[in-house]
């Protein structure tokens, strides 16, 4: 079973605050993501990685940044959270060989508040 | 630009019926669709997807019907049973690996079936 974990669960900081959301994955997965969930916006990529190094810029990127040092393990930085960065951050990963189903599987979230 | 579109925020359904979710998109580039669905504080769990060469795959419960020519797909689920109570997510690739692997989300559905 694929297990992707992320660091927190709840998450209060404050503004201006540099905030670090890891995630982890048990599955030798090439690729991972970063998402937000907003209501009645869905879910939206920030980051996601294709290799260890290997960073590409999703839909909102503004505010964040990310860091892939070893193949298991996605960091989202948030280097001044501001109060319109509170929301639900999502990691997933998937793999990359063939026959696979462009599964991605989701971590538990962490909700984020910035007073 | 919302590249994939879930129209009905909300859908209520009596258990035993048929549930139908709807999505649409405006991407042609998108080859491979899937469904999520997401319970309050837990991540996204896959649900069903198809590719772009079939127009039904069937699941147990779960059918998606993908019309290409309207950019259109659908996810019913028959009977309709009360833990299907969740927010349904419709998603879209154009690709298998590296950085066409990345998901487009719809703004998602909730479903609730009713005793």
């Known amino acids: 079973d694929v297990k992707v974990t992320q660091s927190s669960r709840y998450l209060v900081k404050r503004t201006g605050e540099k905030v670090f959301l890891e995630c982890v994955q048990d599955?030798?997965?090439?690729?991972m993501f970063w998402y937000r969930q907003d209501p009645g916006l869905g879910l939206r990529l920030i980051y996601f990685?294709?290799?260890?190094?290997?960073?590409e810029k999703g839909d909102i990127p503004e505010g964040y940044s990310v860091s892939r040092e070893k193949k298991e393990r996605f960091s989202l930085i948030l280097e001044s959270a501001s109060t319109n960065q509170t929301s639900m951050y999502l990691c997933?990963?998937?793999?990359?060989?063939?026959?696979?189903?462009?599964?991605?599987?989701f971590g538990p979230g962490t909700r984020l508040t910035v007073l | 630009d919302q590249q994939v579109k879930q129209n009905s925020p909300s859908l209520s359904v009596q258990e035993g019926r048929i549930s139908i979710l709807n999505c649409d998109y405006t991407?042609?580039?998108?080859?491979?669709f899937l469904w999520y669905k997401k319970y309050p504080a837990e991540g996204p769990t896959f649900l069903i997807s198809?590719?772009?060469?079939?127009d039904k795959n069937e699941d147990g419960r779960f059918t998606v019907f993908l019309n290409k020519s309207a950019k259109h797909l659908s996810l019913h689920i028959v009977p309709s049973q009360p833990g299907d109570s969740a927010v349904y997510f419709c998603?879209?690739?154009?690709?298998?690996?590296?950085?066409?692997?990345?998901?487009?989300f719809g703004t998602g559905t909730r479903l609730q079936v009713t005793l």
């Open positions: 997933a990963s998937r793999g990359d060989w063939p026959g696979v189903t462009d599964t991605q599987y």
């Open positions: 599955m030798d997965h090439e690729n």
């Open positions: 990685s294709y290799d260890v190094k290997m960073k």
């Open positions: 991407n042609s580039m998108f080859d491979y």
């Open positions: 198809i590719s772009s060469i079939k």
């Open positions: 998603a879209a690739s154009g690709g298998v690996t590296g950085t066409a692997s990345k998901l487009t």
